[in-house]
C-alpha cells in the first residue's frame, strides 16, 4: 500500500491514512513524492524490462528467467530489499558492479518488441490461454491453486517467524541456532527435533 501526498493533502490526512492501513494488517509504504507508476511498479517494471531483453535476447529461457527470479533474487527479496542488499555486500562491491554492468543492462524508453509483437498476435497471456507461456484451459485452474498454495504458505511461515510462533519440534532451539536442514520437507514440525 503506498500512500502518496496530493498539493493539497495535509499532514493529518497522511498520517491518518498511515495509521488506518497499520491497523487494516497492511505494510504503508509514504512516498515523498508523485511519480508515473509509484514506486512499486516502476521498481517491478524495471525488472520487467531487463527479463524481457534477457528472453529477446536468448540469454535463457522464459523459464529459467522465471526461476532465476523466484529462486534467487525474490527469494532475497522477502528478507533483505535492494538498497539493503547493496550495504551488506558492500557499496564498493555494488559500485563496482554498476560500473562494468549498467552499460550493458536495457534502457529502452519503448515496450519490448516481443511484447507488442505478442500482444498484436492475440497472445494475451492466460485470459487468451497463450502469452509467453501457452496455458492449456485444462491447466489454468490447477496452476493458480498452485499459485495461491504456494503464496499462503509463504505467507503463513514469514507470518510465524515474523510474530515469534515457532514450529512445535524446534520452539526450543534459539533462533542464531536454527539450520537450513530445520526447514527441510518432512522436518518441519516432524516432532523429530535432534
Known amino acids: 500500500m503506498e500512500i502518496v501526498r496530493g498539493a493539497k493533502t495535509s499532514d493529518e490526512t497522511a498520517e491518518l491514512c498511515y495509521r488506518l492501513m497499520l491497523k487494516l494488517g497492511k505494510k504503508p509504504v509514504r512516498l515523498c513524492k508523485e ?3 509509484f514506486l512499486f511498479n516502476r521498481l517491478q517494471f524495471a525488472l520487467y524490462r531487463e527479463a524481457m531483453h534477457c528472453l529477446e535476447k536468448g540469454v535463457a529461457t522464459a523459464e529459467d528467467i522465471d526461476l532465476v527470479v523466484k529462486a534467487g533474487y525474490g527469494f532475497r527479496l522477502a ?5 539493503e542488499t547493496s550495504d551488506f555486500g558492500g557499496l564498493d562491491t555494488f559500485l563496482r558492479i ?8 536495457e534502457d529502452s524508453q519503448e515496450p519490448p518488441r516481443l511484447l507488442k509483437k505478442l500482444v498484436a498476435e ?24 498452485e499459485r495461491d498454495r504456494r503464496l499462503i504458505q509463504l505467507i503463513a511461515g ?30 518441519v514440525g516432524s516432532g523429530n527435533d535432534s
Open 158 to 187: 514469514c507470518t510465524c517467524l515474523l510474530n515469534g510462533l515457532m514450529i512445535p519440534s524446534i520452539v526450543k532451539r534459539q533462533v542464531s541456532q536454527w539450520r537450513l536442514e530445520d526447514f527441510a520437507p518432512g522436518r
Open 35 to 37: 511519480v508515473p507508476g
Open 98 to 105: 554498476c560500473q562494468n554492468l549498467f552499460p550493458n543492462l
Open 79 to 83: 528478507t533483505l530489499g535492494p538498497l
Open 122 to 145: 492475440g497472445k494475451l497471456g492466460v485470459k487468451t490461454g497463450e502469452g509467453l507461456y501457452s496455458y492449456p484451459k485444462t491447466a489454468i485452474k490447477r496452476k493458480i491453486r
